[in-house]
T-cell receptor
Framework: DGGITQSPKYLFRKEGQNVTLSCEQN?????MYWYRQDPGQGLRLIYY???????QKGDIAEGYSVSREKKESFPLTVTSAQKNPTAFYLC??????????????FGEGSRLTVL | AQSVTQPDIHITVSEGASLELRCNYS??????LFWYVQSPGQGLQLLLK??????LVQGIKGFEAEFKRSQSSFNLRKPSVHWSDAAEYFC?????????????FGAGTRLAVHP
């Protein structure tokens, strides 16, 4: 079955440590996205990529980094510079048309807790 | 600035009762409009979308939504709620820009269903 796989589902990190969240899709989608979800705030865009080897900052990119070396993979690194990293992180993908219309397919999320 | 407002943070209904979740957007033109649903600890799933044409759109799981241009609203409805509908519901807009469309999410409405 096609879909988006995020791992790990739960992750605990000590302050000052970087952590990388994995996102893999086998939908052959061109575009991929990372969102952060906090209670009562909806989803906020961290980074997005419309094509391999290219990505753009979203609304809250500070303290995060990404790479897009392969079409199916879009890992997110939460660096120690991110002041409040505890959150639920959602990866999404879309077709090229979907990136114009806003139709996204989501993974099941990764919950990061900083101790 | 473009924004999406979901006035109801939390709604409780009885199983079998009708449901309406409100969504208002702020944008000069008619954007693309979406409703997504999120079960606890899961990613988001697209319920329905409106691009143009008939202002009453049907979605999955028996949901429908009506676009009202005069009220800048896109309310979600279901005639008879099932216990499995308990989830968080997000309204989203993608302001048409001819290129990449950033999806703007509302803060969400959490639905509880009483047996």
């Amino acid at each position: 079955d096609g879909g988006i796989t995020q791992s790990p589902k739960y992750l605990f990190r000590k302050e000052g440590q970087n952590v990388t969240l994995s996102c893999e899709q086998n939908l052959n989608h061109d575009a991929m996205y990372w969102y952060r979800q906090d209670p009562g705030q909806g989803l906020r865009l961290i980074y997005y990529s419309q094509i391999v080897n290219d990505f753009q900052k979203g609304d809250i990119a500070e303290g995060y980094s990404v790479s897009r070396e392969k079409k199916e993979s879009f890992p997110l690194t939460v660096t120690s510079a991110q002041k409040n990293p505890t959150a639920f992180y959602l990866c999404a993908s879309s077709t090229r048309q979907g990136s114009n219309t806003g139709e996204l397919f989501f993974g099941e999320g990764s919950r990061l807790t900083v101790l | 600035a473009q924004s999406v407002t979901q006035p109801d943070i939390h709604i409780t209904v009885s199983e079998g009762a009708s449901l309406e979740l409100r969504c208002n957007y702020s944008y000069g033109a008619t954007p693309y409009l979406f409703w997504y649903v999120q079960s606890p600890g899961q990613g988001l799933q697209l319920l329905l979308k409106y691009f143009s044409g008939d202002t009453l759109v049907q979605g999955i799981k028996g949901f429908e939504a009506e676009f009202k241009r005069s009220q800048s609203s896109f309310n979600l409805r279901k005639p008879s709620v099932h216990w499995s509908d308990a989830a968080e519901y997000f309204c989203a807009v993608a302001p048409f820009s001819g290129g990449y469309n950033k999806l703007i999410f509302g803060a969400g409405t959490r639905l509880a269903v009483h047996p």
